[in-house]
């Protein structure tokens, strides 16, 4: 004779195991997600540069150092020219600082034209000296409304790093400030929602995280909520006044620690000359 589970228990059980997935197992099965960039015209030369882009780490209580290294290895079979850091890299205390800062070490090292980090909300209230400190000790130059020239088969590409817009002093216009006449820049700037103002001083495309993409996501609904200054868009790539904006997902997770039909990511940017089109989905 079968003996079933009362409804309350089945009930019970199902719930269980669909929380377990969200927090213990969707939050760590990173993707490596592939994104294309048009370049203006004039730089040709680019074509085909690679750009490791991370965001939102958020290591702490719920994201480990191992977890950002099993999310960097899926660059492992990717050649990286530059390695490209979204901002919040930890949460909670700048005591992680240093385990965050060591995961990032080794890819930082392997970028052949260097790597440049902005900062993020999360970054800041916990002591920005520290969490810049230990990034700039593993090789990552941090960039406060400030911008670096890289060169690739004899072309310039400027690195534009806007700083955080809630607990930071984001100034755009001091930030392109300086940026050499027909040289094309990328800006770096962790909140997406006033990305207008880099395409207004003539960014070719701006890449972004601090949404998470909602970290939890209902069909036919979308994200079911976002973080002030992340609200007008949430993931994946948005116009913004003719400039293409690509919004990552994020590698880590803050509270709730769950993540639902919206899998962490690390991203490979690939630049192609303007003939090309951007992978927009």
Known sequence: MRRWLPPAALAGLVGSIAYYRLRHVNPFRPRLERIELSLPPGAEELD????????????????SASDVRRGLALFDSEPLELLLLGGDYVSES?????AMANAFAEPAAMAKLGAFAVMGNHDLPLGVDR????????????????????EWHGA???????????????DPSLAFTGVPAGVPSLALWHEADFAEEAARRGAMAQLSGHTHGGQVR?????????????????MG??????????????????????????????TLVTLRAASAHPAMR
């Open 218 to 234: 209902l069909p036919g609904i979308g994200s079911i909520w976002l973080p002030p200054d992340g609200r007008r868009r949430d």
């Open 94 to 98: 700048n005591l992680y600082a240093s």
């Open 48 to 63: 085909g540069l690679r750009i490791g882009f991370v965001t939102d780490t958020h290591v702490g209580p719920f994201t």
């Open 156 to 170: 310039c590409l400027a690195i534009v790093g806007i700083d955080d817009t809630i607990v930071g002093d984001a």
């Open 131 to 150: 969490v810049r400190a230990e990034l700039e000790r593993a090789g990552i130059r941090v960039l406060r409304n400030e911008h670096a020239i890289v």
């Open 237 to 266: 790539f948005f116009d913004a006044e003719g400039m293409l904006v690509y919004i990552s997902r994020g590698l880590g997770v803050y509270r709730p620690p769950v993540r639902f039909r919206c899998p962490p990511e690390v």
